[in-house]
């Protein structure tokens, strides 16, 4: 049970059996495991913003919405029920709220809570998390587990590369990450700076009210098409109960994730065709396809960017919108001059630019005093890390959908939790036995987003110390696999916990 003392320097001292950190799909998600599964624990999920929701209430750009359908984006224990196969944020942030409240984790969300670093003592088998409060004076929380879902970017600020003359530009200059409230486009020129994810999203909402926009980018992105709705998700929705459609219609999504991405690996020349295909099927006869929408990469490479019945197509093809492929030479004060010495015009410009990524929430962590280099740990099961005990964290998929990794990693922490009790232990730690295991770095993707931020995470090897981007191999893995595999080391506290000093953090 949840206890709160003083310690002898004044300092408030919480006791939890679990720590979340982040209200986002990933820490709900795993608020929700760990109530259904373990409802003995205690626990609280420390949300440094004012709100839950994560993604879904930090981005309040025109048009956020998912690039996954979300009968795999949505949890497994709770279907998706709306027709919209592609959902906008507000919708999803509604899902992700109600989620919470009907499994009553809502209550346990503690905001404007940022953890600052967390501590583990093998003596006692615990964690000492320090928390500062937006409004309060610091404190403490011990607990037996610590799972950080706090995302894998930065809230408080996105990415933004060096532009010469950006200080010379008369207009707005917003980040999508920080998207004004009282920003008026209608009828302005908009440029949007970027071809990912975000911006292949900006280009046909800003496109409904502003003059013009023109999605500048420096080499394309691949680009597929998908419904808005599923006929097959809303066939099986009139004719089975709702968990059972929602059921079916998952695992036909999770199958052509699958072999659409296979099929990107083993045949990419085919898929490369099949894409520019679709592409030029819903654009003008003479659009030039293949200096806008066919990169020099693979597919999948990168993530592949879906836009939803085609509609960032659609307002290219009827002029609202437009697409430019250059690189910046420097700002002007009436728009943005180009190496090839055109010069766009712009009264508005959106640095859709990209994220500035993080590991474990920023968070500092060490071991008996030793601080945690992640740049030479290891991830086990995509869920731990080497030599850190009783932590997890969650990474979602970087080709299918984010919350397929967020389920099996909650159901697994909760089986280990489980285990561990059944068995009166008090600490697991992954202990790699072999140091001349080859390591690559955490993620095989050549995103710049990515490619920027790898050495701030950890790696991964072979085996248990491998980053899956397979669900069907996780299942097996996580879901399916034993808990005591030789790799993970149980042991017992030297001083149980129930013996330490109240409100003493040593």
């Not at 599964?37 to 879904?56: D, N, V, Y």
């Not at 437009?322 to 001059?337: A, M, N």
């Not at 710049?448 to 980053?467: H, I, K, M, N, S």
Request: aromatic share 10%; net charge negative.
């Amino acid at each position: 049970m949840a206890s709160t003392v003083d310690s002898p320097a004044g300092t408030r001292v919480e006791q939890l059996d679990v720590v979340i950190v982040g209200a986002g799909i990933s820490g709900v998600g795993a608020a929700c495991y760990l109530a259904s599964r373990l409802p003995q624990k205690s626990f609280a999920i420390l949300e440094e913003r004012e709100c839950s929701g994560g993604t879904w209430d930090l981005f309040r750009y025109p048009g956020i919405r998912s690039d996954s359908d979300l009968h795999t984006y949505a949890y497994a224990f709770k279907p998706w029920l709306r027709d919209e196969a592609i959902a906008d944020g507000p919708a999803i942030l509604a899902y992700l709220r109600e989620a919470a409240r009907e499994n009553g984790v809502d209550e346990h969300i503690r905001y404007r809570q940022r953890v600052l670093s967390a501590s583990w003592s093998s003596e006692n088998a615990r964690w000492t998390v320090n928390v500062q409060p937006a409004d309060g004076e610091a404190f403490i929380v011990q607990c037996s587990w610590l799972f950080i879902a706090a995302g894998y970017f930065r809230y408080d600020q996105g990415y933004l590369p060096h532009f010469e003359g950006l200080e010379q530009f008369a207009g707005p200059v917003v980040h999508p990450q920080h998207w004004p409230e009282d920003l008026d486009y209608a009828g302005r020129r908009v440029v949007i700076i970027g071809s990912g994810a975000t911006a292949v999203t900006l280009l046909p909402a800003m496109a409904e009210r502003a003059a013009h926009v023109t999605m500048l980018q420096r080499s394309p992105s691949y680009i597929i098409s998908l419904p808005r709705h599923d006929p097959i998700a809303g066939l099986l929705a009139r004719v089975l109960p709702a968990r059972r459609a929602y059921e079916l219609t998952r695992r036909k999504n999770v199958w052509l994730q699958r072999n659409l991405y296979r099929l990107s690996r083993s045949r990419p020349g085919l898929v490369r065709r099949l894409l520019r295909r679709g592409v030029e099927r819903r654009l003008p006869p003479d659009f030039d396809v293949d200096t806008h929408f066919t990169p020099t990469y693979d597919p999948w490479d990168q993530r592949l960017c879906a836009v939803p019945d085609g509609d960032m197509f659609a307002a290219i093809s009827e002029g609202r919108a437009s697409v430019v492929t250059d690189h910046i030479s420097r700002f002007t004060e009436t728009g943005i001059l180009l190496e090839s010495g055109n010069e766009l015009p712009a009264d508005i410009v959106v640095t859709a630019t990209g994220l500035d990524l993080q590991a474990l929430g920023g968070i500092d962590v060490d071991v008996d005093g030793v601080p945690v280099d992640l740049a030479d740990s290891l991830v086990y099961k995509s869920a731990m890390l080497s030599d850190v005990p009783n932590l997890a964290f969650v990474f979602g998929y970087t080709n299918s959908s984010w919350t397929l990794k967020v389920d099996l990693v909650c159901d697994y922490v909760c089986r280990v939790i489980a285990f561990m009790d059944e068995r009166r232990y008090d600490a697991c730690v992954p202990t790699n036995g072999d140091p001349q295991m080859q390591t690559r770095p955490f993620l095989d993707f050549s995103a710049g987003y990515v490619q920027r931020a790898l050495d701030r995470f950890p790696r991964q090897g072979t085996g248990p110390w491998e980053v899956l981007m397979s669900y069907r191999d996780d299942v097996r893995r996580l879901r399916d696999g034993a808990v005591d595999d030789g790799v993970l080391r149980f042991s017992r506290a030297a001083v149980p916990a129930d013996t330490v000093l109240a409100g003493d953090p040593s």
